[in-house]
């Protein structure tokens, strides 16, 4: 039975996902089982030169998972400078500090489209373009906030309305989603 690990990783750009399989020992595996910090520039897409994040392991039941450190019990337990102790554990965690490794399931298995790279750039160009137009149209606004200028409402609601949208689609995993907002935005 093999040690390795098959984690699933996608690029924050261009949305592509990939597959490796790597050695517990790994300095990348480590980092994506948040053991060790891994420099930034490690970890780049090869399609679009975007930044990789990692969505999780496969288990052996081909279900992907995530770990996490968490509180063994209870927070207010495991952290208890007292004798009162009123949860599950029944004073076994009281005041440890202990924490245990959480796996959490996160579904089946995506299934892994083999990257089809000028469609992947295209996006990621698309996707930078719009987001470059939204911040340089907010950028005045922006910098008269940053230096405490007086804004009045239709500025600041504008400001705001921009950084959700900024933010939001950054934090969408389609392309279309990512594009719907910007276009809002942009059209507004």
Known sequence: MSTKKRYFLRCSQCLTVAALDLEPTDPLSRYLNGEDAVPADMLL???????????????GDMRLFKSYEACACDGRCTSARGPVC???CGGENHGTGRTV???????????????DAPKAKAEATEYRTALKTAQERIAPV???????????????????????????????????????????????
């Open 45 to 59: 897409c090869g399609i679009c030169g975007g930044t990789i994040e990692g969505m999780g392991y496969v288990h």
């Open 86 to 88: 009123n949860c599950k």
């Open 101 to 115: 490794t959480v796996q959490r399931d996160l579904g089946p298995v995506p299934v892994v489209r083999m990257p």
């Open 142 to 188: 922006r910098l008269r906030y940053r230096n405490r200028e007086w804004l009045e409402r239709p500025d600041f609601d504008r400001l705001r309305t921009f950084s959700d949208g900024i933010r939001k689609a950054g934090k969408s995993r389609t392309h279309a989603a990512r594009m719907k907002i910007l276009d809002r935005l942009l059209t507004a």
